[in-house]
């Protein structure tokens, strides 16, 4: 009896689905880290999980222009050392506890930026480029004079004018969580792109979290909505509600009652109590089915 061939899309094909445990233990101490998502929307939080079980440490995050939970819970288990910041937060339901406590005792380094920096240091380092200059009027912003060692200035060569440049980030890992993919790396983001596309292009190894696997048929069908080409991907998991408890735009809502549980716990507490005690598929049954579909529900009364 011959072997089953695969289909006629797929040969010559290596697979890039791995378990999360996987993907996470492929993240050294140490790594700088490109997190995907803004607000409490997109959050890559399954693989964020993984590597608090793994007791990851010594991190230096470098999130997008907005980010909460993701770094929230990396600071809050001592996995970081420095993050570039703009904003890290709850948004409207408050203050990020973990990271303003680090901040405020200084058990990380923060380095101050402003959200131009976050998106052209990444177009730089993604053009393989030596800096990006910004709009001229930028040298008037507080953090250009603060944060020195990200800030420069430098002549425009046409003009004779002093131009503020930043230098270019390619962060170790880019992590992103997405409704869809392939197991070859082809992504479907299915709302807000923000800044994943740029995160996938310029960091050196890209890992995607993906609430459904498709085949590589379904991605070719119809290639002008792939967002992120496999070619820029190198690790897929298959993280069902993987980016729980933000939102994964057009398949659920963020669970704005389970930050604020987090919130009511605190940090440390609730690390013990959900994520360092509990496998990622023990997690799962515990926030409960149920409130996943009424998640889900609202995410579609919202489209």
Not at 66 to 90: F, N, Q, T, W
Not at 148 to 164: A, I, L, M, S, W
Not at 193 to 212: G, M, N, R
């Amino acid at each position: 009896m011959k072997p089953t061939q695969p289909p006629a899309a797929e040969r010559g094909r290596k697979s890039k689905l791995v378990s999360l445990e996987e993907a996470a233990s492929l993240v050294p101490d140490g790594a700088s880290l490109a997190l995907g998502g803004i607000h409490a929307h997109n959050g890559p939080m399954s693989i964020v999980r993984e590597l608090v079980r793994q007791g990851r440490r010594d991190l230096t995050l470098i999130p997008n222009v907005s980010v909460g939970m993701p770094a929230e819970l990396l600071i809050a288990a001592d996995a970081v050392k420095s993050i570039y910041a703009s904003y890290v937060g709850l948004e409207h339901q408050g203050l990020a506890p973990a990271f303003r406590r680090a901040a405020e005792q200084g058990t990380i380094e923060v380095r101050d930026i402003d959200e131009p920096f976050s998106v052209y240091s990444m177009r730089a380092g993604a053009a393989t480029l030596p800096f990006m200059p910004f709009p001229f009027g930028h040298e008037a912003v507080d953090v250009v004079r603060l944060n020195p060692d990200d800030y420069r200035t430098v002549t425009d060569p046409f003009t004779g004018k002093e131009v503020v440049v930043v230098r270019p980030l390619n962060p170790d890992f880019g992590l992103i969580h997405v409704p869809q993919a392939d197991a070859y790396g082809n992504v479907r983001i299915e709302g807000s792109v923000v800044q994943d596309v740029l995160i996938a292009k310029c960091s050196s190894h890209v890992i995607v979290t993906a609430d459904e696997i498709v085949p590589v048929s379904v991605t070719q069908r119809d290639p002008k909505t792939t967002t992120i080409v496999g070619f820029f991907v190198d690790t897929v998991v298959h993280a069902p509600h993987g980016a729980h408890p933000t939102s994964c735009h057009g398949r659920y809502l963020s669970d704005e009652e389970h930050i604020e549980l987090y919130k009511e716990l605190g940090p440390d507490r609730y690390l013990e109590e959900w994520i360092r005690g509990a496998t990622e598929s023990e997690y799962a049954a515990r926030v409960g089915p149920s409130l996943i579909a009424n998640l889900l529900e609202g995410a579609q009364d919202n489209v």
